[in-house]
């Protein structure tokens, strides 16, 4: 049987479920586990840590007849340096050291995502340098991963694994048992009753902060998911920027849906209260977690948030699904938002468009569908005129400022809306048939 990564479509599922209270505090059990798992890992490394740093520095200060002298505090501290590399030295050590991770209960392979989990989250701060892993919080929305496994089974379908489905209600969870499932995708209903080879993954199961359950199944085969879009010869290229949501190499522009905005007076009346709520409890020494008006609260401000989630979600869908399926290259800037970000005023409009998940959700349905997506390097998109090749800024021409938004080429006198160019030159960037900017120059 293949491996889900060698296969050669992927799609993901997602399904509300509704698990019965029973089921309920075994997910909030393999959730607490879970988070356990990897807070050790993280407290345990940072003891670790500051272990050695104490002897560095000591190593540096004292005079050298003091160093094989340890006082009881630093014996201590190296005993907990051991300690603490013997722990993280095997994925397995952990559920030996806890005997309360060795109930029947709790699912092994949460356990053994959560340490994967904590690996990644080491490798995606030594990529891109930032957001060393912390605690996890206790939180009023949960999560836990657990795998789809494939035993002695020569081929895999979707309901003969450790998660499988039952029939077009019913899903068969590790650990649950069967939980009722919300309408099934005609899509993955046909692949059930039909018989196609499908490999489920990784099973994420949640419960959001306004007590909804859902199931994200990552699903793999070599047959497609889905028929290939037609082909329709069109070709565009999109910039993406602030005025607008954005502008295309057609001219045609998509205004910014400020759907964060327009709630905002609403969130901030819900979240006042809320936190007057958090206060009042406080004061009379109540826990937050019984405190029923807060709690009643809580869940107003989640599902506020949760409206402005799903709002913005439909519209990235929507406009992605167009472009993929009306074009058959779909070209736009790579994100830099490290550096944008570090802008804080721009930092609000950005997470509020969601242009990364957007330039996601294009290249997943690129795929999907048969299309091509790609991203270029942003540079001189903006500054160039698209009709010569001039570049703004360059052999004495005044560089575009961000309030220039309508400028004519000095050079051909083409008369240019400014993010109107920008998509033109991102298109054409895309297709290859930019000149050198330096010999074009000179
Ligand atoms: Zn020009």
Redesign the pocket.
């Given at each position: 049987m293949k491996r889900m990564s060698s296969l050669a479509y992927h799609f993901g599922i997602r399904l509300r479920f509704y698990p019965s209270s029973k089921q309920k505090k075994l997910i909030k059990l393999n959730y607490d586990a879970q988070r356990f798992v990897y807070n050790s890992y993280v407290g345990r490394n940072r003891s670790s840590y500051h272990a050695k740093c104490y002897f560095l520095v000591k190593q540096s200060k004292a005079m050298p007849f003091a160093f094989s002298i340890l006082n009881r505090y630093e014996t201590k501290l190296a005993e907990t340096v051991v300690a603490n590399n013997e722990l993280l030295a095997k994925p397995k050590n952990i559920r030996d050291a806890y005997s309360f991770l060795r109930i029947k209960e709790i699912d092994s392979l949460a356990l053994a995502n959560a340490i994967q989990n904590y690996h990644k989250a080491w490798n995606n701060y030594r990529k891109i340098g930032y957001g060393i892993p912390t605690f996890h919080k206790k939180r009023s929305d949960w999560a836990y991963q657990t795998n789809c496994q494939y035993i002695k089974q020569d081929e895999a379908y979707l309901n003969n694994g450790t998660a499988k489905f039952i029939d077009a209600k019913h899903v068969k969870l590790p650990k649950l048992g069967v939980v009722r499932i919300a309408g099934l995708r005609k899509l993955i209903k046909e692949r059930l009753f039909k018989h196609i080879p499908t490999r489920i993954g990784t099973v994420t199961l949640k419960k959001t902060a306004e007590d909804q359950f859902y199931l994200s199944m990552q699903s793999g085969s070599d047959l497609a998911f889905v028929k290939e879009l037609p082909k329709t010869q069109n070709q565009i290229g999109i910039d993406l920027n602030l005025d607008n949501f954005l502008t295309n190499s057609n001219g045609a522009m998509v205004a910014n849906p400020h759907f964060y905005r327009q709630a905002e007076k609403k969130l901030a009346h819900a979240q006042r209260v809320l936190s007057r709520r958090q206060r009042r409890a406080k004061k009379a020494r109540r826990n937050l977690r019984t405190a029923k008006n807060y709690q009643k609260q809580r869940l107003i401000v989640a599902k506020l948030h949760d409206r402005i989630r799903r709002q913005r979600e439909d519209f990235l869908q929507v406009l992605s699904t167009a472009l993929i399926k009306n074009h058959d290259l779909v070209v736009a800037e790579e994100l830099r938002s490290k550096n944008l970000l570090k802008n804080h005023a721009l930092s609000q409009a950005i997470s509020d468009v969601g242009w990364r998940k957007f330039l996601n959700m294009l290249a997943y349905k690129g795929r999907l569908y048969g299309k091509e997506f790609i991203t270029i390097d942003p540079k001189y998109t903006t500054q160039r005129?698209h009709?010569?090749g001039?570049i703004m800024g360059h052999n004495g021409y005044k560089k575009l400022k961000l309030k220039d938004r309508e400028w004519t080429?000095p050079?051909?006198h083409?008369y240019h809306i400014r993010d109107w160019n920008a998509a033109v030159n991102i298109l054409q960037k895309g297709l290859g048939s930019w000149q050198n900017p330096k010999k074009q120059a000179t």
């Open positions: 005129c009709a010569c001039t080429c050079i051909c083409t």
